[in-house]
């Protein structure tokens, strides 16, 4: 017989409507996917189409500059939501909904609205252009039905959205002057005029709406009336945007006042009517050649450069060589209506003005005299886009030439590309991005698979994929010319040469000489910059991830160098990465050039002054990361870490100065939770720190042996703890250094309390306070004390513990040391525990200690406090919410290969183990699923309802 179908349930569909307010219907059910910030990210993957967005472009899209440290966590969260929501039946990584793509996400709904109705404005377009007026208005009125208000109405707060949906708005009101074309056609001339009436009041600058309503109140044998609608039309454009009206409109006039026959409405019928179709454009009337190619991405760039073209006369371009400016730049204007066409103007060869001027003229087949003021007295009527390429060439002629056009041409816009901005006036200055998301992936696989025949990369060949066009920048033309090489190349062995890109990345297109190689590409732009700019450029690749303008001067050994860092700015040498104080970042590319042509002194000098400046930030970080300012810090660290890499890189032969850099951002790494790096990282400390001691670099060697034990601790190492402690009990019986042998002391203490060493500990913790309070030192005497308040609470004497808790508490909080303030509230939570004090004394303590790990961003101490708060509600009966925090601490810990109870054996590995044998299977799994759920803000209010 046979058994229970274990077959899925079918799919139910899912719709999803973004013209309104966001709205999901799963099946026939309207479902909500919570508060604003799941609806900004499900509004972001809908922006997509389909195609995947990365986990950080994601991030910067729902908390900006500035997000939370456990951004990626709590991302990960609101997909397990909506993926619970939208596919009930399919949970997590099965849901065919929200998908795993790559480093992101793709959102792949059964349908969407504004999919639905760009798809049937379109075919009612066509349907019009064909001259079937009663078609196309059948289907523009249903396109138009899919709009319940203005597109992403309660999430278009961010620059991607409000993009995406001032593109979907301009759609949207296209299709409506569609229909009312459509109306005219079938004679429906005085209802137009009234709808379009309206529509022209709430839409000043749509200059085609005021011809129709022209020419619906003509036809509707009102002259006047529609000569009045074109003059209102010419004195709102004249007052709005200070130009004349197309010369379409100024047409229109002229034959409503000659009374031409062509304006006489035709008789309705329900054949196709093709007197009022709107005419084709003329395919010839531009110079845009055929792509050779399929774009490849850049959809959401095309919509920001559309849109950017619509409210700015001019727009440029810029960009490193390769970046793709010219065929971003050509899909532009392919993609546009102008009356009288798109031009491109080729600046490759041009030296001066009037070389620019004879461009722009044989570009456009005229022939003229006089120069760019003759040029732009012919083009004064006309409405057309000129996209100029290759102004860095000519940038000051190119300016001048464009501000002699736009100041005197009101209907001609213009598209530039450069390496760098003309700086005229009215210039909208876009820097066009590498590309991310997947697109570069999707660029080489196109490319190679025309090189190759066919090309479909497995999921592992995916994944190198995305790490070498990450090593290529993202840049189109480096991954072009990578994609070529898979003729002799795999796609390992492409990774494997990318250090030597310049060798590698060869083999352009032979019509373009800058872009042949890698190399000719940045060299053309090297070769335009001054001797003291060349020298600059040479010393900030010496960067790694990037820098700020003080650590550049400090580095570079020049305060005068803002000047030529705004140069290599506006060429595209240097990238401006935002930020307060600014921050800037070199491509790799630029990195390998600049030492590919540094001379060796240069680079040795400039290798010591990086080590100086890295090592003074450490013994800042040192300090800073336990005092008041810790969180500021995390940030600074998580922006410099790649240039503490590179000087830990440089000096593993250097033991003191490696020690002095490991030493000083070790807290960095306990707080982050960096454990497997923080352990590779600290390898050397124990390996050299045993040696001879040096009474000069002995307080060095304790910083970084003390480091070393905290960090095993934390991973749960026991071997590994034990042999720091052991080199840290010889340093602190040998040290000279009053304040280096207390931070030993008072991390021997630490640990000794810990496996049972009570005596030994509280002498040790006993000589730190002493020195602490005797230097006036709290952070000093803050440890200590928390140190003695351990020894007390291993050796059963709970009062005594909590008065050295509290005082360490008191003292810690005082000073802003939050790592110090959370751990004695641990302890004396541990200590209420102990005694049976929950529901209460020991809840409050650990949501206290919860908060403070929060402003101090400090990631692992917040976990210990969510997994000793999770047992503590388990032995009250809150099954609930025990199961719920062990599963953010499970998920959450995963994340970053950390285990709370690893990392204490003797407390929390019990109380994890007597939590999980008394929750049942089911409430385990419930609760699985509820802190996959959770972000940061729900796991606070749960910690706070926890407190009882």
Request: glycine share 8%; net charge negative; charged share 25%.
């Amino acid at each position: 017989m046979p058994g229970p179908s274990t077959a899925s349930p079918p799919p139910t569909s899912v719709y999803l409507q973004v013209l309104g307010p966001v709205r999901v219907l799963v099946g026939d059910e309207d479902v909500s996917v919570g508060g604003p910030v799941p609806r900004a990210l499900l509004a972001r993957l809908a922006i997509a189409a389909g195609e995947g967005v990365s986990d950080d472009a994601l991030i910067d899209h729902l908390w900006g500059a500035a997000p939370p440290r456990t951004a990626k966590l709590t991302l990960q969260g609101y997909v397990a939501r909506i993926r619970k929501i939208l596919d009930p039946h399919r949970p997590g990584s099965l849901s065919r909904v929200l998908t795993r793509r790559g480093n992101g996400y793709a959102l792949e709904p059964d349908a969407t609205d504004w999919q639905q109705f760009t798809a049937l404005s379109a075919e009612g377009r066509h349907l019009l252009a064909a001259g079937d007026a009663s078609g196309a208005a059948d289907v523009l009125d249903t396109a138009l039905d899919h709009w319940r208000g203005d597109a992403y109405a309660d999430v278009a707060d961010s620059d991607a959205i409000a993009v995406e949906a001032r593109r979907l708005d301009t759609l949207r009101l296209d299709a409506v002057e569609d229909r009312m074309e459509a109306a005219l056609a079938l004679g429906d001339h005085g209802a137009a005029a009234a709808h379009l009436d309206v529509f022209t009041r709430k839409h000043p600058l749509r200059e085609r709406a005021w011809e129709l309503l022209a020419r619906a109140h003509y036809r509707a044998g009102r002259p006047g009336d529609a000569l009045d609608a074109l003059r209102r039309a010419r004195e709102t454009l004249a007052e709005e945007l200070g130009t004349d009206p197309r010369p379409s409109l100024l047409s229109l006039q002229a034959s409503i006042l000659a009374h031409d026959d062509v304006l006489t409405p035709p008789i309705p019928s329900a054949a196709p009517i093709a007197a009022t179709a709107p005419a084709a454009p003329d395919p010839f009337a531009h110079n845009i050649p055929l792509a050779l190619t399929p774009l490849v991405g850049r959809r959401g760039q095309l919509a920001e450069v559309g849109e950017l073209l619509r409210t700015h006369r001019m727009v440029t371009l810029t960009g490193a060589g390769g970046m793709g400016k010219t065929r971003l730049a050509l899909e532009v204007a392919r993609i546009r209506s102008d009356t009288d066409g798109p031009w491109l103007v080729e600046l490759a060869g041009a030296l001066d003005s009037s070389q620019v001027a004879d461009a722009l003229a044989t570009a456009l087949g005229l022939t003229v005299s006089g120069g760019v003021d003759a040029l732009a007295d012919v083009l004064r009527g006309r409405e057309l886009l000129l996209v100029l390429d290759n102004c860095e060439q000519v940038v000051d002629p190119a300016a001048a030439v464009a501000t002699a056009i736009l100041t005197r041409c009101p209907a001609v816009r213009i598209l530039a590309t450069s390496r760098e901005p003309l700086f005229t006036t009215g210039e909208f200055v876009y820097e066009v991005p590498p590309m991310t998301d997947g697109e570069d992936v999707q660029l080489f696989v196109a490319r190679a698979a025309a090189q190759i025949g066919t090309f479909a990369p497995d999921a592992e060949e995916r994944d190198l994929l995305t790490r070498l066009c990450a090593e290529l920048d993202g840049m189109p033309l480096a991954i072009e010319l990578a994609a070529a090489q898979c003729r002799t190349l795999s796609v390992r062995q492409l990774i494997s040469h990318v250090d030597d890109r310049f060798a590698l990345l060869r083999g352009g297109p032979r019509t373009n000489a800058r872009h042949t190689t890698m190399l000719a590409a940045v060299e053309w732009s090297y070769q335009t910059l001054t001797e003291s700019q060349r020298r600059l450029f040479q010393s900030l690749a010496v960067f790694e991830g990037g820098f700020d303008l003080d650590a550049a001067r400090l580095v570079v050994g020049d305060a005068a160098l803002l000047g030529d860092l705004g140069a290599l700015v506006d060429k595209s040498l240097v990238s401006v990465t935002g930020g307060d104080p600014r921050r800037y970042r070199m491509l790799e590319t630029m990195r390998g050039y600049a030492a590919r042509v540094r001379d060796p002194e240069q680079t040795a000098l400039l290798r010591r002054n990086h080590t100086r400046w890295i090592c003074d930030l450490a013994d800042a970080a040192f300090v800073g990361l336990r005092g008041p300012d810790s969180s500021r810090w995390m940030r600074r660290l998580d922006l410099d870490f790649p240039n503490v890499r590179a000087a830990l890189d440089a000096t593993v032969d250097d033991p003191d100065t490696y020690l002095r850099i490991a030493g000083g951002i070790c807290w960095y790494w306990y707080r982050g939770g960096h454990v497997a790096e923080a352990i590779t990282r600290l390898s050397p400390a124990l390996a050299s720190a045993g040696g001879q001691i040096d009474p000069v670099s002995s307080p060095v060697r304790v910083r970084a042996v003390a480091g070393a034990a905290v960090i095993h601790y934390l991973a749960g190492d026991l071997p590994g703890l034990f042999t720091a402690l052991g080199l840290l009990t010889d340093l602190a019986a040998t040290v000279a250094d009053p304040v280096s042998r207390a931070d030993a002391e008072s991390t021997l203490a630490f640990f000794e309390a810990g496996s049972g060493l009570i005596e030994q500990a509280r002498a040790h913790a006993q000589a730190s306070l002493e020195f602490g309070l005797r230097a006036e030192r709290p952070f000093t005497a803050a440890e200590a004390l928390m140190c003695l308040g351990t020894a007390d609470f291993r050796a059963g004497e709970y009062d005594a513990a909590a008065e050295h808790l509290d005082e360490a508490v008191r003292v810690a909080s005082g000073h802003g040391y939050g790592w110090c303030e959370a751990s004695s509230l641990w302890i004396g939570a541990k200590a209420d525990l102990a005694q049976g004090r929950w529901g209460g004394p020991a809840e409050a303590k650990l949501a206290r200690m919860i908060r403070v790990c929060e402003s101090n961003a400090d990631l692992t101490s917040w976990l210990v406090g969510l997994a000793t708060l999770a047992y503590a509600a388990f032995r009250r009966g809150d099954h609930e919410t025990a199961a719920t925090l062990t599963a953010v601490v499970d998920r959450q810990g995963t994340s970053i290969g950390y285990r709370p109870a690893a990392m204490d054996p003797v407390d929390l590995a019990a109380y994890d183990a007597e939590l999980r044998a008394g929750l049942s299977p089911t409430e385990l799994e419930d609760g699985r699923v509820r802190g996959a759920a959770l972000d940061r803000d729900e796991v606070s209010e749960l910690v706070s309802s926890a407190v009882a």
